[in-house]
């Protein structure tokens, strides 16, 4: 147990990391995609279906062999990072670009109108009404994200599922090990959904009322 929680703090780290970078950017990405620059908007389209297309192994390996063969060492964390954070930035922006689109364009007119900035009508009269909307999405692509952390233990990164890899191979109990990290990852993708249960129950009601 020691070994697979610690590949466990390894995993939600990696998740949390690239959470925190990716969707900052994909909130970006999603208000150039809904602005007027037709040139900006069909070049940021393309890209997503690129990026969204790019098995997410291979942005791995790349974002891993790449640098160091162009002679600029990165450490195997970092290059999951980079690789999950590329990867998963397009996916938010179509969950960020659904919750935009959902807010008639005349809430943004009157809020200009009144003399609102940017920022606040985002984080007092846009946010609040896309939340329950992007909650579910957003934290079904974390839950697809957290799951898909295993892959970087094909860059060495000792997440669970390479950790409980090195336990098997050592102890020679591939049951009970893999039954085990199994049982973890269950556990953190509940507690996703329960964070997801919590935001509709408490965003959703204040929405309607």
Do not use: C, D
Request: charge should be positive; avoid cysteine; aromatic fraction near 12%.
């Amino acid at each position: 147990m020691p070994v697979l929680l610690k590949g466990s703090l390894v995993t939600l780290a990696l998740t949390g990391v690239v959470i925190a970078i990716a969707a900052p950017i994909a909130f970006s990405v999603a208000l150039l995609r809904r602005g007027s620059i037709g040139f900006v908007s069909g070049i940021l389209a393309v890209l997503g279906w690129i990026f969204r297309g790019i098995p997410p192994l291979i942005l791995l390996l790349a974002a891993y062999f790449i640098p160091t063969h162009l002679g600029w060492h990165i450490g195997s964390f970092q290059a999951a990072v980079m690789a999950m954070s590329i990867y998963m930035v397009f996916y938010y922006v179509e969950v960020f670009r659904a919750g935009l689109e959902a807010i008639s364009i005349e809430q943004y007119q009157t809020a200009k109108s009144l003399g609102l900035t940017r920022f606040r009508t985002m984080r007092r009269i846009i946010f609040p009404q896309m939340l329950p909307i992007i909650a579910p999405p957003f934290i079904s692509h974390s839950s697809t994200l957290l799951k898909t952390t295993a892959l970087a233990s094909a860059v060495a990164v000792p997440e669970l599922t390479g950790a409980a890899r090195n336990l098997f191979s050592v102890t020679f109990r591939p049951l009970e090990v893999l039954l085990v990290a199994a049982l973890i990852y269950g556990i953190m993708s509940a507690a996703l959904f329960y964070l997801q249960y919590e935001v509709e129950k408490r965003y959703g009601r204040s929405h309607v009322a």
